[in-house]
């Protein structure tokens, strides 16, 4: 095969690739937490910026329709081909089977215990990036407890790691695998464990000004914010540096950005140089920048749609891919909802629409929102 060859091949290769990824879709599921057979139900985006309703498809056990933001939704990242579904009425978890083609879902129908001894506000479920083990944080029993997950996605039996001192209300692998990171509410704490073997180590704290809720981690895994509830006042963000498993003390943020309401969701972009905040209780999104040491400033906030209010924690992107960010809401009139935005790489978001998009089956906020792709 001589040069030209070669360098034609290269160029029709290139073509069809590019082609692929412009054509890309994502997946985006959202927990419905419906009080009697509980359901998960989502969309599939893309290409083009369409969207195509997916589901509901019920689970094998119930919800309760009052529940944390973190109650139990989680991919297997890495193949992509898993989601869980936490059924947080009658402690167990569900597992599909994700379609990848069209993101549709078929359900495994055993029951597999998350561990959790009480019925809580939810069980935060978050997997390492391998797909080999799964967490789950209790609220019913503040433990966190471990599953091992098999090539055919079935889960292991529960094996209980650790006793938090508070609830556990969101918890995170960071992306090498290393860490687990926990806020825990009232005890105004975010913890690290690390991660050794598939097991907990002994952690390490620091304490926030307010009430820490959702979590994200940096795509380096030397950086972790949490959003803080801040009842009536300005938005909140307490970032620390994140070494070898070891946090930092807090750096707090605590007028981050001009909303006078409570936020919590946070979320770190797909490359590292934008940072989202979700507002609880109005209809926006704080947009910041993040720069070296893991320090933030302010940017600017969109609004993600009308008559609509953001349910804390409930905010998600592609971890490979800037193409969409999705957010769980809640309408004025109780109809959940999600929204969709179109991210730049400048770290803006534009909404897919002036309204956002009606699920079919729930009865109260969505609860956490995982995003799989991009296909």
Known sequence: MNYVTKFLLAV??????????????????????VKGLNAVEGY???????????????????????????????AARVKEGDLYVGDIGSNNITHFIINKTDCTLSKDPTKYPSGDTQIGLGDSLTITPGGHTMFVGSTGDDHIYSHTIATNGALG?????????????????????????????YALQVCAYPIVRGHLGAPNCQSTGNLPYGISVDPDSSCVYAGE???????????????????????????????????????????????????SSSAQITIGTITPGCNLRYKTIISDGRDLV???GQIAQAPISHGYVVTGDINYDNTPSM?????????????????????????????????????
């Open 310 to 312: 953001d349910h804390p």
């Open 229 to 279: 509830l801040n009842d009536g006042g300005p938005s909140e963000i307490a970032s620390f540096k994140l070494t070898a498993g070891v946090l930092g003390p807090a750096m707090e943020y605590n007028a981050f950005g001009p909303a006078t309401y409570t936020d919590a969701g946070v979320l770190v972009n797909w490359d590292n140089t934008a940072i989202y905040i979700s507002d």
């Open 44 to 74: 599939k985006v893309g290409p083009g910026n369409e969207t195509l309703h997916i589901g509901p498809y019920r689970t094998n056990g119930r919800g309760l329709a009052q529940a944390f933001s973190s109650g139990g939704l989680a």
């Open 12 to 33: 029709i290769f290139t073509i069809m690739t590019s082609g692929s990824v412009m054509a890309s879709h994502i997946c985006a599921y959202v927990n419905d937490n």
């Open 157 to 185: 039996t529960t094996f209980t790691e650790a006793l938090g001192s508070d609830y556990p209300v969101e918890i995170v692998v960071s992306p090498d695998g290393e860490t687990l990171l926990v806020t825990y509410l």
């Open 339 to 375: 929204g969709v935005f179109e991210a730049h790489e400048n770290g803006n978001l534009t909404p897919l629409g002036t309204d956002q998009l009606s699920l079919m089956s729930g009865e109260a906020a969505p609860s956490t929102i995982v995003v799989v792709g991009p296909r």
